[in-house]
C-alpha cells in the first residue's frame, strides 16, 4: 500500500487559500487520490478526489502532476469553520479495499 | 449516497466488560469497515466485514478480541470484548459502494473504559 507523508499542522488566516501537499511516492497505477476532512467528535468526511491532472469542485481543487508522486489540496478563501484535519489518501478505490489513513495535516483558521 | 447510523453514541465502561456496537446503513453495501481512533490520533482499521464471510481483521486486531456480525446487507456489530482503558476510543464504521468512488463513514461510538 502507498504510504502518504504530508504536513502534521498548517496555520492560516480567514479569507486566505490554502495549500496542503501530500507525497505518495509509491502510488500505484490503479490507486486514486482521495482527501477527507475531519471535524472533532465527528467521522471523516469525503472532501474531493482524483487520479491525475486537476479536479476542481464546489468546496476545493486537488492538483496532481503527471508523475503523480504528490498532490496538493486547495482551499480558497479558507474561514474559521474550516478548522479540522485534513488527510490525504491512496488506495485503489474500484477494488474497494478500505482506506488507509496516514496521520494528516491539522489546519487552524484564525480571524 | 449513504446515511450511516451508530448506537449507542458513547459510553462508559467497567474493565472487563464488553460492549456491542450497532451500525446501521439506510442502503444495502457489500463492503463494511471498522475503524478505531484513540485520542489524537488517526483512523486505523480493525476489520473489513464483508456480508456472507468471515471478517478479514488487520494485523493487531484478533476475532476473540473485537468479534464482528454481518448478519444483512445493510447492518453490521462489533463487540469490544474484555476491556481495559488501552480500548478507550471512538470507533467508527464505514461503508463503500461499488462503483462509487467514496467511503462513507458513519458518526463514531465514544467509548471510555474505566
Known amino acids: 500500500l502507498a504510504k502518504t507523508t504530508q504536513p502534521i499542522s498548517m496555520d492560516s488566516y480567514e479569507g486566505q487559500e490554502v495549500n496542503i501537499t501530500c507525497s505518495h511516492n509509491n502510488i500505484a497505477t490503479n490507486d486514486y487520490i482521495t482527501w477527507y476532512q475531519q471535524f472533532p467528535s465527528q467521522g471523516p468526511r469525503f472532501i474531493i478526489q482524483?487520479?491525475?491532472t486537476k479536479v476542481t469542485n464546489e468546496v476545493a481543487s486537488l492538483f496532481i502532476p503527471a508523475d503523480r508522486k504528490s498532490s496538493t489540496l486547495s482551499l480558497p478563501r479558507v474561514s474559521l469553520s474550516d478548522t479540522a484535519v485534513y488527510y490525504c489518501?491512496?488506495?485503489?478505490?474500484?477494488?474497494?479495499?478500505?482506506?488507509?489513513f496516514g496521520k494528516g495535516t491539522t489546519l487552524s483558521v484564525s480571524s | 449516497s449513504a446515511v450511516i447510523s451508530q448506537k449507542p453514541s458513547r459510553d462508559i465502561c467497567q474493565r472487563g466488560t464488553s460492549l456491542t456496537i450497532q451500525c446501521q446503513v439506510d442502503s444495502q453495501v457489500t463492503m463494511m469497515f471498522w475503524y478505531r481512533q484513540q485520542p489524537g490520533q488517526s483512523l486505523t482499521l480493525i476489520a473489513t466485514a464483508n456480508q456472507g464471510s468471515e471478517a478479514t481483521y488487520e494485523s493487531g486486531f484478533v476475532i476473540d478480541k473485537f468479534p464482528i456480525s454481518r448478519p444483512n446487507l445493510t447492518f453490521s456489530t462489533l463487540t469490544v470484548s474484555n476491556m481495559s482503558p488501552e480500548d478507550s476510543s471512538i470507533y467508527l464504521c464505514?461503508?463503500?459502494?461499488?462503483?462509487?468512488?467514496?467511503?462513507?463513514f458513519g458518526p463514531g461510538t465514544r467509548l471510555t473504559v474505566t
Open positions: 464505514s461503508v463503500f459502494f461499488r462503483g462509487s468512488l467514496e467511503q462513507y
Open positions: 482524483g487520479y491525475k
Open positions: 489518501l491512496v488506495g485503489d478505490i474500484q477494488a474497494g479495499t478500505a482506506l488507509i
